[in-house]
């Protein structure tokens, strides 16, 4: 494919963190290309077919569970686009990919970036630095996407591939599984064109002198029988896929119950005030509103001004019963914590 | 042998409430430094030939040596790239085994330049549905072996598409739920197999094999667990939590075990041997270690962390009826302590216990590494407990000043707990004991009777107005302790 038929759809930001591997508060961790990085994480489904996925069980919708009541409502909890057993690996903007440890195979790579890992790390800003998103974001432009059920090398048994190790040589990583009585290694390593990686899956028990090569086509893989020595077979990218951020942005709403609401799982506060009514590490939001607080023996109402008192000066007012120096102080303007408190007094109804 | 003496009287007992910190002279507490820029999110501690493994939740594991423990510097970055490990177990300075999300991994330096070539699975064998709350703590089964005890995961959170491993829907139901398969269990890995080994748990962030080889395995407060509860794992037992059942093949899914009764639950489940109230106790019952012989004080008792609060726990373990309960009482309690205490490990000399310190993902930060060394000689504290018939023997580690002893001296009430599919709970029924008598054994040693001693209820004993001869105050006076059984 011509190069210059790239199109870059998104290029987010590069990691401005310190040049080591080693993690910090950076949201944006990158590898490079000598020293890459390593992470196993949570990673995005970036809309891989399902016949990708022969392997894994499927995450079904579920009933809202109402815990004081032990019962379920009309509600539907889907599921997320996740994956949760990959390895992600970065060699800075030139190129990263995830590698599936159930399904034993490359399932996407990209470049200009690596993960935005705001949604899972949180921030240092937000105090308890923790993201209720979940599923770091892609940066950069999406280059190769598994399709198709798994196809090579062709005497891969037909039992489940089981995952049995990563051995790091350098810029190269390999991963060993194993199908039945079969062990294999698929070794990958960066190519010299942005986004594009080298890959070649031997099978080392029962020993074979031959490399099964993969090349990737429209339709899917593409195998090859070489020699040992042949060398890897570069991957062509075949399509581009469009990344979507999904994530709605706050700021983006008017102040009201629909931005609080946002707010509300944003920041992490359903880890502990429940909508139900049911007991947690703070107070329940249902009925707050409006009811009475009582501080050993001086009571106030929780109007508005308290709510927003609550949400900006966590401990001016702590309820007997719960911690001091529990919640957070977040960075919000006064948009959120109108906000806030709107969705917090909708509770009451 | 001190002349025996006996009062009766009758108490009226103030609910224990919020202690004032303040700072615990006996020990000193030392801040120590983290590589430089990391976030100080401790998942795990480990010590082996003299050095230490410092392991992060975002997936780094560093190395030093422990002569260098004080040192800003000589850390060695190990390896990356683990998911939120929550569990290691070293087989050399230059192997370690960690439980990570998704997998138990043997992570080796092969050449011997500190940094790590291989991560081998040791096993995947056991599902992740995505959820946050599917957390893995672990210890050897000193055998060549490992336990993994793995969390349930939470109604806060989400699923994804995409499960690894076997899929309940049944499971999936509740407020913490084993929608992937063998969440809520201790796990069994041995001789290259993963198996089964006892189910029941909610969340249990703390699991370890003691010298006595008995496997302990906390679990924190939340639905079916009315307090922090410490049980002793053997195998084959149901631990009160059902979710794990639809795991079980004799519930499964068919049988629906998350709708279980109370009732029922509580025909099947073993009960917790150590109870430990929430409040006033342990919030969020995390790593656990015994107390060698070195360290000073409390040989063979265990020490446990509290997740969330600035205190250690201390477990004495008691035999009644060939039935293992015990007590539990602070270590130390002390403003100077982060309140994310998760992992413990204690240096190869016994007396140094460090801490590693981690809250992220809920509760304000209090993380770090700490260490705490008893350096008191003097020290006034509950030694050991044991229940005898009709009361308790209590063993102080300093002479008592007898004379100083009256009717206030020994504050006794007892409660019991209700676990219910409801998110933690009160004390229930709570009553004040009336002390029958007291006794002198020796100079270190209380008998103390009750009226009415019962079996299923835990006993709170107030040690406030206990004395040592040098009118020293006991500095952890609280103890709880769990009559499952009575002699």
């Known amino acids: 494919m011509n190069r210059t038929a790239y199109c870059f759809l998104q290029i987010i930001a590069v990691s401005t963190g310190i040049s080591s591997a080693q993690l910090s508060y950076d949201n944006l961790p990158m590898g490079s290309k000598e020293e890459p990085l390593v992470l196993r994480t949570y990673v995005p489904d970036i809309g891989i077919p399902s016949e990708v996925f022969e392997n894994h069980s499927e995450g079904l919708s579920t009933k809202q569970y109402r815990v004081r009541e032990r019962k379920e409502t009309d509600e539907e909890v889907p599921p997320i686009a996740g994956i949760p057993a990959c390895i992600a690996v970065n060699y800075g903007a030139h190129l990263s990919f995830v590698w599936d440890t159930v399904e034993c195979r490359l399932l996407y790579a990209w470049k200009g970036g690596f993960f935005d890992m705001s949604n899972y790390w949180g921030s240092p800003e937000k105090g308890n630095r923790v993201g209720f998103g979940y599923l770091p974001e892609l940066v950069g432009s999406v280059t190769y996407r598994a399709t198709g059920s798994w196809e090579a090398p062709s005497d891969r048994a037909n039992a489940q591939p089981i995952f049995v190790g990563l051995r790091r040589d350098g810029p190269k990583m390999v991963f060993l599984w194993k199908s039945g009585s079969s062990s294999f290694e698929t070794e990958i390593k ?40 042949d060398g890897p077979h570069y991957l062509s990218p075949i399509q581009q896929v469009e990344i979507t951020q999904t994530a709605e942005d706050p700021a983006s709403l008017p102040v009201g119950v629909e931005r609080g609401k946002l707010l509300y799982t944003r920041y992490g506060c359903n880890a502990c005030h429940t909508l139900d009514g049911a007991k947690s590490h703070g107070p329940t939001f249902s009925g707050l509103s409006g009811s009475i607080r009582d501080f050993a023996g001086t009571t106030i109402s929780a109007d508005a001004n308290y709510l927003a008192e609550s949400i900006t000066e966590p401990n001016a007012k702590i309820v007997p019963g719960y911690l001091a120096n529990y919640m957070p102080k977040l960075p919000l303007e006064s948009k959120d914590i109108d906000s806030l408190v709107l969705f917090i007094q909708q509770q009451a109804q | 042998m001190t002349p025996v003496k006996s009062i009766l009287f009758l108490l009226t007992v103030a609910a224990c409430g919020s202690l004032s910190l303040a700072q615990n002279q006996d020990f000193t507490i030392d801040d120590l430094p983290l590589p430089q820029g990391v976030p100080p999110e401790v998942g795990a501690l480990e010590i082996i030939d003299d050095h230490l493994f410092l392991v992060l939740r975002r997936g780094d594991v560093f190395r030093k040596p422990l002569s260098k423990l004080e040192d800003s510097d000589g850390w060695v970055h190990f390896a990356e790239g683990l998911h939120n490990p ?361 008998l103390v009777k009750l009226q009415k001693l019962e079996a299923g209820r835990v006993y709170h004993l107030d040690l406030g107005e206990v004395f040592s001869i040098s009118d020293q105050s006991v500095g952890n006076p609280h103890v709880f302790y769990t009559a499952n059984q009575i002699p």
């Not at chain 2, 999300?101 to 080796?108: K, S, Y």
């Not at chain 2, 796990?187 to 197999?193: A, R, S, V």
């Not at chain 2, 019991?416 to 020796?442: C, I, K, N, Q």
Request: glycine share 10%; hydrophobic share 35%; aromatic share 10%.
């Open chain 1, 190 to 229: 960066p190519a010299e064109q942005p986004g594009q990686l080298v890959m070649a899956v031997n099978q080392t028990k029962p020993k074979v002198e031959t490399v099964t090569l993969l090349s990737l086509q429209k339709e899917g893989w593409e195998q090859k029988k070489g020699s040992q020595g």
């Open chain 2, 86 to 446: 929550l569990g290691a177990v070293a087989l050399s300075k230059d192997k370690l085994v960690v439980s990570q999300m998704a997998e138990l991994t043997e992570i080796e330096d092969l050449n011997g330049d500190g940094w790590a070539d291989q991560y081998l699975s040791l096993t995947n064998e056991f599902g992740l549905t995505g959820n946050y709350h599917e957390t893995n703590a672990m210890c050897s089964d000193g055998d060549g072996g490992f336990f993994i005890a793995m969390g349930t995961a939470s109604h806060n959170g989400p699923i994804f598409q995409r499960i690894k491993g076997a899929y309940s829907p049944e499971g999936r139901r509740g407020r913490n739920f084993s929608a992937a398969q063998w969440n809520g269990w201790v796990m069994h890995y041995t001789n290259g197999e993963l198996k089964p080994f006892a189910s029941g748990f909610r969340q249990p962030n703390g699991i370890f094999l003691d010298s006595k080889n008995r496997l302990w395995a906390g679990d924190n407060e939340g639905d079916w667990r009315a307090c922090s509860p410490l049980f002793l794992v053997e195998r084959g037992n149901f631990h009160g939590h059902p979710a794990s059942l639809v795991w079980d093949e004799k519930h499964g899914d068919a049988a629906q075990p998350t709708t279980y009764s109370v009732e029922k639950v509580d025909s099947l489940r073993t009960r917790p041997h150590i109870r430990i109230p929430y409040k006033d106790g342990i919030r969020s019952l995390a790593g656990i270690q015994e107390i060698p012989e070195t360290f000073g004080a409390f040989a063979g008792q265990l020490v446990v962390a509290d997740n969330n609060a600035r205190r250690l726990g201390r477990v004495i373990p008691d035999r009644v009826k060939n039935q293992w309960q015990g007590a539990f009482v602070h270590l130390i309690e002390d403003e100077r302590l982060n309140s994310g205490n998760n992992r413990l490990r204690f240096t190869p000399d016994g007396q140094r216990l460090l801490i590693g310190q981690t809250t992220r993902g809920w509760g304000k930060l209090a993380e770090g590494l700490q260490s705490v060394i008893l350096s008191s000689e003097s020290l006034f504290e509950l030694d050991t407990l044991r229940l005898t018939e009709g009361g308790f023997r209590l063993r102080m580690t300093n002479n008592i000043n007898f004379s100083a002893l009256s009717g206030d001296s020994f504050r006794v009430r007892s409660f019991t707990y209700h676990d219910t599919w409801l998110y933690g709970g009160e004390p229930e029924d709570v009553r004040t004991e009336t002390v029958a008598s007291f006794e002198m054994e020796d100079e270190l040693t209380i």
